[in-house]
């Protein structure tokens, strides 16, 4: 039997980066693609509880059906594994994103939350975005290095609640692939400041991403800088276990 | 100088859990509120960037200042640090949200979400929750406690890119404080489908949350099963570092 691949992605089912996602991977498996019927970029892992979602079915060929959802991401990746799967996936895979994940950017992308419910149900997960937010971005030269992690991760699987964060820097050719760990930093100068007609503020959000450890050669952001694909293997574990270990001697 | 604490949650500013955690720590330093200004539950770290963002002041007295804001609690906490705070906080905290933010839950929680903004803004940051949905919950048996992990946080700090989320057991006296891990497991069963009148489907989430090591006494599950105050300490960093050599070793 073919590997049952579900496909999501945060911008939509009609975006080109989930298309040529799709694709790339046709040749791999069984492809069922379940994503937002509209886009949901930075909806981090929001889930939808105070309204009901649907999908309905947009497209199915020979090895591929595709279900645009009312909800975010992560409710897609829920509906799918729920609803529209006649077998647990070998695998999920996510994107690709239009922009990058990398960094602390992951905590917001909705792209990662997929691989993150993925993680969740113990399968397999890879989170694939390109650090180029244009929405007709070349996804071209992408192609044999996302078959090539995709036939990995089938081959060797995950550990439970592990997925991997793949990021494309912006040119290509590729330098080649570096295994990171996540840059951590903060976002700057976050909001530019405007006037309504009658003269109440708004906001729009912006800012700058400042990398805490720029010179880091193990960081994602620094991979991308030098041209390399940062491939970040991300846990759901997120507890901090030398900070329990101090807080033993907490006066608590 | 007084302590400047920054509250914000993801119930809304009118909840009764933010408004009783305002009382609990108008003793201990100024307080600016910046909050929603409806329910956003299980927002995760979304935030807002295709429509502008606003906040208007709608309360304040000595040591008080309360704005309600458009945006998610991720928001929200960006454009308190950015606009409404006139010094960097000593300390965020969220809640008290009306039910659990234990577990995997973790990932979905807007509450715990403005935590993690203000933990990679380098300012000490904790969540409170109550395991009770109620919108009337009783939160009092919580004061003393809340206050004493606030004085703590204020006088020990916490390490950079790290907070704290804090469950309390839904039944009180509590039988005291218990440093955990964050339970792993996945929710399963977790839609029904129902009809519309013109026979389509739709979906409601729900589900029941499946513990993968429900014995692990260090799980922050189990301690609120047995009665205790379960505090969880998080980090930002969800790298995995275990999968970053195994993965060394990979053909790619």
Redesign the interface.
Same mark, same amino acid.
């Given at each position: 039997m073919k590997p049952l691949i579900l496909i999501s992605n945060d911008d939509g089912y009609l975006a080109k980066g989930i298309r040529c996602l799709t694709e790339m991977l046709r040749p791999l498996g069984e492809i069922v693609v379940v994503a937002p019927d509209r /886009?949901r +970029?930075?909806?981090?892992?929001?889930?939808?509880?105070?309204v009901?979602?649907?999908a309905k079915m947009v497209r199915k060929e020979e090895g591929m059906t595709v279900y645009a959802c009312t909800g975010?991401p992560? =409710?897609c990746t829920? $509906?799918a594994l +729920? &609803?529209y799967v006649d077998r647990t996936p070998d695998i999920v895979v996510s994107g690709i994103n239009h922009g990058t994940n990398a960094t602390?950017n992951?905590? #917001?992308s909705?792209t990662v +939350?997929i691989t993150?419910e993925g993680a969740? !149900?113990?399968i397999p997960s890879v989170a694939f975005s390109l650090c180029d937010f244009d929405e007709d971005a070349d996804f071209n030269p992408m192609t044999s290095y996302v078959q &090539?992690?995709v036939r990995?991760v089938l081959e060797?699987g @995950? /550990? #439970?609640?592990?997925l991997l964060n793949v990021n494309f820097p912006p040119v290509s050719p590729y330098k080649g692939?570096k295994?990171?760990?996540?840059a @951590?930093?903060?976002?700057k100068d976050?909001?530019t *400041? !405007?006037e309504t007609y009658y003269n109440? =503020?708004?906001?729009? $959000?912006g800012g700058v991403n400042i990398d *805490?450890d720029p010179n880091d050669t193990l960081n994602d952001n620094w991979a991308l800088d030098q041209g390399y694909v940062a491939?970040? /293997?991300?846990?759901? =574990?997120?507890? =901090? #276990?030398? $900070?329990?270990e101090e807080?033993?001697g907490?006066? @608590?």
């Amino acid at each position: 039997m073919k590997p049952l691949i579900l496909i999501s992605n945060d911008d939509g089912y009609l975006a080109k980066g989930i298309r040529c996602l799709t694709e790339m991977l046709r040749p791999l498996g069984e492809i069922v693609v379940v994503a937002p019927d509209r /886009p949901r +970029s930075a909806a981090g892992c929001s889930i939808t509880s105070t309204v009901p979602i649907s999908a309905k079915m947009v497209r199915k060929e020979e090895g591929m059906t595709v279900y645009a959802c009312t909800g975010t991401p992560a =409710d897609c990746t829920k $509906l799918a594994l +729920s &609803q529209y799967v006649d077998r647990t996936p070998d695998i999920v895979v996510s994107g690709i994103n239009h922009g990058t994940n990398a960094t602390i950017n992951e905590h #917001y992308s909705g792209t990662v +939350s997929i691989t993150k419910e993925g993680a969740m !149900h113990g399968i397999p997960s890879v989170a694939f975005s390109l650090c180029d937010f244009d929405e007709d971005a070349d996804f071209n030269p992408m192609t044999s290095y996302v078959q &090539q992690i995709v036939r990995m991760v089938l081959e060797k699987g @995950l /550990p #439970y609640g592990s997925l991997l964060n793949v990021n494309f820097p912006p040119v290509s050719p590729y330098k080649g692939i570096k295994i990171c760990k996540m840059a @951590l930093g903060v976002w700057k100068d976050e909001f530019t *400041r !405007h006037e309504t007609y009658y003269n109440k =503020d708004y906001y729009w $959000l912006g800012g700058v991403n400042i990398d *805490r450890d720029p010179n880091d050669t193990l960081n994602d952001n620094w991979a991308l800088d030098q041209g390399y694909v940062a491939i970040t /293997p991300i846990k759901i =574990d997120e507890t =901090d #276990y030398s $900070l329990m270990e101090e807080m033993a001697g907490w006066n @608590l």
